[in-house]
C-alpha cells in the first residue's frame, strides 16, 4: 500500500469512529433512561382500579419529571397488566427486575399480588411503593424496598366493626374472598366486632362470582342485621345485588375493595345506603384534590378512581427518590429504596412519611356511604366519618 494510500485509509477510519461516538443530533438525555413501573390489573373485572393507579401514576410523571429531564434523564412510564392474578404478578416482576432501567414499581391493588411479587423485587432490591395494598403482611416482612402510602387492613377493619356497632347492629354475617386482601379483613372485622359485643353468625369464603343463591339461603334464614363482605367490587356488587333481589333487609357493609364507581355499575340501586371503609378518600375530602382531579379529568376525560390519588403520590416521592440518588452521577436500585424511606411528601393524600416497616407514619381512613346508583356521581357519596390513625406499634 502506497503512502498516499495508507494516509486515506486512516482518515476513513478515524471519520467512521467519529461517526460511532459522536452522539445524535437531538439526544438530550445523555444520562440514560429512568423508567417508572406500575403493576395493577389492567383487564378483568378489576380493571378500573387498576386503570386508575396507571394513570395516576403517568398524570405524575408528565407533571414532576422536568428536574429529572433537566438533568439529562429520560423519564418513562412502563405499565404492566397483572390481571388481579398472583402468578402474572410474579411472571410480570421477572421482567421487571430483568430492565435495568426501570428503579421503581408503583402497585399493587391487589395484596395477594403485591406479597409473591414484592419477592421478586427484593432480589434486586427494587424498591415498591404501594398505592394501595393495605394487608398488614405487605410491610410487616420489614423488607428495605417495599413502602405504602396507604393504610392498613388490621385498623381498617376495626374501623369498619366499631361503625357497625355504632349502628346497633347485633348480629352480622362475614363473607370473604378467600383472597389475602379479602379474607384478611374479613378477620380483623370479625375478631373486632367479637370483642365489641356483636354476635357473628357466620363467617365464610367463596370464589364464586355469579351464582350467591346457595349462599344467600342460609344467610335469609338466619336474618342478619348487617352483612360485610371482605373481598373486591366485581363480586361484592353481585352478591348484594342478589341478596336484595332474594328478599334479604340487613344493612350491607364492605372494605376498600368496594370503593370503585364500578360497584353501583353492576349493583344498581341495590347498593344504595350501603356503608363501606377506605384508605383511599374521595376526592372531596383530599387536602389538595381539586386541581388534581381537574387535571386528571382534562388529561384523561374521566374522574380519578379511589386510589389514583395514592398513586399520584407514590410517583411523586419516587421521583424525589430518584433525584436524590442522582445526586451521586448515577442511579442505583439500592439508592432510590434507601431514599423513598428519607422522603417527606407534602402530596394530594396529606404529608407522607415512612416508618421503619415502610408504613405511613399517618394514614387516612373514612367511613362513607353510598349516595346514587349513578357510576358518574360516586364521588358524591357521602362520607360519614374520616379519621387519622397511626399504624399499629409493633408487639415486642
Not at 419477592?119 to 393495605?134: C, D, F, G, R
Amino acid at each position: 500500500m502506497t503512502r498516499t494510500l495508507r494516509i486515506v485509509s486512516i482518515l476513513l477510519l478515524a471519520a467512521a469512529v467519529a461517526v460511532v461516538t459522536v452522539p445524535m443530533a437531538g439526544d438530550a438525555h445523555g444520562k440514560g433512561t429512568i423508567k417508572v413501573a406500575t403493576q395493577s390489573p389492567l383487564s378483568g373485572g378489576q380493571a378500573a382500579l387498576g386503570e386508575g393507579i396507571k394513570l395516576g401514576a403517568q398524570l405524575a410523571i408528565d407533571k414532576l419529571k422536568g428536574p429529572l429531564e433537566k438533568a439529562g434523564w429520560k423519564v418513562e412510564l412502563v405499565p404492566f397488566d397483572d390481571q388481579a392474578k398472583p402468578d402474572v404478578g410474579v411472571a410480570n416482576a421477572k421482567n421487571i427486575i430483568a430492565d435495568k432501567d426501570i428503579m421503581v414499581v408503583i402497585g399493587h391493588l391487589n395484596s395477594g399480588v403485591a406479597i409473591p411479587s414484592s419477592e421478586v423485587y427484593k432480589e434486586q432490591t427494587l424498591a415498591m411503593i404501594s398505592p394501595a395494598n393495605t394487608n398488614p403482611t405487605v410491610t410487616d416482612r420489614k423488607l428495605p424496598n417495599v413502602s405504602r402510602v396507604c393504610g392498613r387492613d388490621d385498623v381498617q377493619g376495626v374501623v369498619g366493626s366499631e361503625f357497625a356497632k355504632g349502628q346497633n347492629a347485633k348480629s352480622v354475617y362475614v363473607i370473604h374472598d378467600k383472597t389475602a386482601y379479602g379474607q384478611g379483613i374479613a378477620d380483623f372485622f370479625k375478631a373486632d366486632a367479637e370483642k365489641k359485643g356483636l354476635k357473628v353468625i357466620g363467617f365464610e369464603g367463596t370464589e364464586e362470582k355469579s351464582n350467591f343463591d346457595p349462599i344467600l339461603t342460609p344467610i335469609k334464614a338466619k336474618n342478619p342485621d348487617l352483612i360485610y363482605f371482605g373481598g373486591i367490587y366485581d363480586q361484592g356488587a353481585p352478591f348484594f345485588k342478589q341478596a336484595r333481589e332474594k328478599g334479604l333487609k340487613s344493612k350491607f357493609m364492605g372494605p376498600d375493595g368496594m370503593d370503585s364507581s364500578d360497584l353501583t355499575k353492576i349493583a344498581g340501586k341495590a347498593v344504595v345506603g350501603m356503608y363501606y371503609t377506605s384508605a383511599a378518600g374521595p376526592a372531596s375530602a383530599l387536602p389538595k384534590a381539586k386541581s388534581f382531579v381537574d387535571e386528571f379529568k382534562k388529561k384523561f376525560s374521566k374522574n380519578p378512581e379511589p386510589y389514583a390519588a395514592e398513586a399520584y403520590d407514590a410517583t411523586a416521592i419516587a421521583l424525589k427518590a430518584v433525584e436524590a440518588a442522582a445526586k451521586s452521577g448515577k442511579v442505583t436500585r439500592e439508592d432510590v429504596s434507601a431514599q423513598i424511606r428519607k422522603v417527606k411528601h407534602s402530596g394530594i393524600t396529606g404529608d407522607i412519611e415512612f416508618d421503619g416497616k415502610g408504613d405511613r407514619k399517618k394514614a387516612l381512613y373514612f367511613v362513607l356511604q353510598v349516595a346514587n346508583e349513578d357510576p358518574t356521581k360516586w364521588g358524591d357519596n357521602k362520607i360519614v366519618k374520616q379519621l387519622t390513625i397511626a399504624p399499629p406499634a409493633e408487639k415486642k
